[in-house]
């Protein structure tokens, strides 16, 4: 099951009581609608999510009833109502693709039931967008992922022999758990390490510190930094990049298989499946970068 289209990391079912682990970025998306969609002066996830406690620097859980007659999702926004979270996952859909098509259904919506809305949520107006300037840094932090994560693919193919469409480390091609001992060994993860920290000085030669920082917080509970310095911010941007390869890592033992008890293998076709995911992602953002820079470069002209 997933929530608002995030998978859980963890779940923890004793009776009727169901505790969900989910990543920090489904929080700040949350603290996001209530701050600039629903114009909240402040966001307080214990007083808006049913058993919220933080789980690790990244995580969150919260807790739903299995026989209840409520939604799981309507225990992350408990005390409010179907509409609101109807207008959540709109605000979702433009924060995934920012265009004026979804802004204008996420408006349209608002509009049609603010009366409803604003029992709960006084203060709300139709939302403007995020400008260029936003629009660009969340697409340019996006690209830094996604950028890691493909490295990350691409270090593991060239980590392994393809045997019949089927991945087996090099390295450790006599060990039964090859592939395991590959993503735990410290060279693997040190060059994920300093191409993230290569990536982390590319970012740096093409915007100032400011925004630096601004991307180093998307994802970040805002409350436990508001004033950061340069180097916590890279310090920050290396921990997504630590973030992102533990769930790489994650997401190729699902896809593990065992020959002879305990022979590891991986099926080059589920590699390439991530891999394309991956790519198709790159090249949409891209594709709106070069969008965005040349709406700037005309209004310049103007």
């Known amino acids: ?24 970025e ?9 701050i600039d969609i629903l114009k909240e002066a402040y966001f307080e996830p214990y007083d808006l999510i049913n058993g919220y406690e933080e789980a690790t620097d990244d995580s969150f859980y919260f807790v739903y ?7 799981p999702e309507s225990y992350l926004f408990l005390g409010t109502t179907g509409i609101v979270m109807e207008s959540f996952s709109k605000f979702l859909n433009y924060e995934n693709e920012k265009n004026e098509k979804n802004l204008k259904e996420l408006n349209e919506y608002i509009l049609e039931n603010k009366y409803e809305i604003k029992k709960h949520f006084p203060n709300i107006k139709t939302f403007e967008g995020y400008n260029n300037e936003d629009v660009s840094l969340e697409l340019k932090y996006e690209k830094f992922n996604l950028e890691i994560a493909n490295e990350i693919i691409k270090k593991f ?8 469409g089927r991945y087996e480390s090099q390295e450790f091609s006599e060990e039964r758990y090859n592939i395991s001992q590959l993503l735990d060994s410290e060279n693997f993860n040190n060059d994920i390490r300093y191409f993230v920290l290569d990536k982390i000085q590319e970012l740096s030669s093409t915007l100032d510190e400011k925004e630096i920082v601004e991307i180093s917080l998307i994802g970040l509970k805002k409350e436990e930094n508001k004033e950061i310095d340069l180097q916590k911010a890279k310090e920050n941007l290396l921990n997504k990049g630590a973030k992102i390869l533990k769930n ?30 991956i790519e198709n992602e790159l090249k949409e953002i891209d594709k709106q970068l070069k969008e965005k820079d040349k709406n700037n470069n005309f209004e310049k002209e103007l």
């Open 1 to 24: 099951m997933k929530f608002f289209n995030y998978d859980p990391i963890n779940e923890d079912i004793e009776k009727n009581k169901v505790t969900i682990e989910l990543e920090d």
């Open 26 to 34: 489904l929080l700040y998306k949350i603290e996001k609608f209530y």
């Open 65 to 71: 009833e299995k026989n209840s007659i409520l939604d």
């Open 157 to 164: 193919e060239e980590n392994c022999n393809n045997f019949y």
């Open 248 to 277: 790489i890592k994650k997401d190729i033992i699902d896809n593990i298989n065992y020959q002879n008890g305990n022979f590891e293998y991986v099926y080059k076709k589920n590699i390439d499946k991530m891999k394309d995911e």
